[in-house]
């Protein structure tokens, strides 16, 4: 089993930054690929980012590609989501997700274990 608890959730206006991070807990970190999800209001749940079980490879989604950053410390047992250039279209409630078998970063069904969500509000 793994745990995982996000955090860095908050309001902040257009044009501003965040970061997110998921801390994990239970098996080795470093066996899992990690990935970022959002679901806004009225929407289904979408792939953000994701990034590979050491690093080097991370996906994102077209609509973050240029102001997310995604990135982990294997030391810490920990994702990151940096976001830049928020728009109110980012709003929505965030979660991180492990992925312990062959990688499909972007499909969720792939995930083992998901972290509660945290929520991001980008007011105009």
């Known amino acids: 089993q793994v745990q995982l608890v996000e955090s860095g959730g908050g309001l902040v206006q257009a044009g501003g930054s965040l970061t997110l991070a998921c801390a994990a807990s239970?098996?080795?970190?470093?066996?899992?690929?990690m990935g970022w999800f959002r679901q806004a209001p009225g929407k289904e749940r979408e792939f953000v980012a994701a990034i590979n079980r050491s690093g080097p490879t991370t996906y994102y989604a077209d609509s973050v590609k240029g102001r997310f950053t995604i990135s982990r410390d294997n030391a810490k047992n920990t994702v990151y989501l940096q976001m830049n250039s928020l728009k109110p279209e980012d709003t929505a409630v965030y979660y991180c997700a492990a992925e312990g078998g062959i990688w499909r970063p972007t499909d969720q069904v792939y995930y083992d274990y998901w972290g509660q969500g945290t929520q991001v509000t980008v007011s105009s």
């Open positions: 239970g098996r080795p970190f470093i066996l899992y690929a």
